[in-house]
């Protein structure tokens, strides 16, 4: 089994807008070998009663990844287009020297954007 590549958007602080709130900056990072599944029924029903929001994907996220994937927007393109979804909810995190694949970290998605 092997991932892909996704463009990750990680926010930079960049100061703050004339209301005071905080304004940032989108910062596209690749980060390789993600897996992209369709979520289980269970999945679909706990995201839509814990969060109120529909599942659209699961990633799985490569050990030694150590990047911020909550609430963050993903993209990636295959054959089908290009995709584009925002992460929500906390990611499912294993302990790596216990799981014995690539990959130890689960991250909801759900549609964004056009």
């Known amino acids: 089994m092997k991932g892909i590549t996704v463009t ?5 602080p960049n100061g703050r807008d004339p209301f005071g709130a905080k304004e940032y ?3 596209p990072v690749q980060v390789e070998n993600v897996l992209i599944g369709e979520p289980s029924t269970d999945d679909i029903t706990s995201s839509t009663q814990m969060y109120g929001k529909v599942i659209r994907y699961m990633l799985g996220i490569p ?10 927007v993903v993209e990636w393109s295959d054959r089908y287009g290009t995709h584009r979804v925002k992460t929500f909810g906390f990611p499912i995190t294993g302990i790596e020297a216990n799981i014995p694949t ?13």
């Open 8 to 12: 990750l958007y990680e926010q930079t």
């Open 25 to 27: 900056l989108s910062n």
């Open 63 to 72: 050990k030694g990844d150590l990047h911020d994937w909550e609430d963050k």
């Open 102 to 114: 690539k990959w130890h970290m689960k991250v909801r998605c759900e549609a964004y954007g056009g």
